[in-house]
């Protein structure tokens, strides 16, 4: 089924950050802590630092009307540069690959693609942009058609 979830970038205080959302709004994660530690080294990639091993890779908290609040760190140290703004993007979980693709394309037109749709590890069907009007948009379609 389709959803809509809400993704927030933290520099390295994801974990703490929903812990405190965790207990605002007395839920629990969806699944346990995904941590960078899990992510199979890429081709070509430079090892991982130990202190970011640690760090936390995706959360998810239902909080309110079934809407779930979704997180992860993105330190420096893996290239990113947050700043009020960037922080936030809106994740579509559209039905099908077909639906992910024409959204996705809809909406990088006169944008910016950060990520193009690729095959994830996770097994989902993921990208990310940022579309004409500076809203950071991601994609997440686990179907296979």
Request: proline share 7%.
């Amino acid at each position: 089924m389709a959803s809509v979830t809400t993704y927030l970038n933290f520099p390295r205080s994801t974990e703490a950050a929903f812990m405190f959302y965790k207990f605002v709004f007395g839920t629990e994660f969806s699944a346990p802590i995904g941590r960078f530690s899990a992510v199979p080294v890429q081709p070509g990639q430079p090892p991982m630092a130990d202190a970011d091993k640690n760090l936390v890779m995706h959360v998810a908290l239902p909080i309110l009307g079934g809407h779930i609040l979704m997180g992860t760190d993105a330190p420096e140290t893996m290239g990113f540069s947050l700043k009020q703004g960037n922080n936030v993007y809106i994740n579509l979980q559209p039905d099908t690959r077909v639906e992910t693709a024409r959204l996705f394309n809809a909406l990088a037109e006169g944008g910016k693609v950060e990520m193009p749709l690729t095959e994830m590890f996770w097994g989902a069907f993921f990208g990310s942009l940022t579309d004409k009007f500076g809203i950071h948009w991601m994609f997440n379609c686990e179907s296979k058609t």
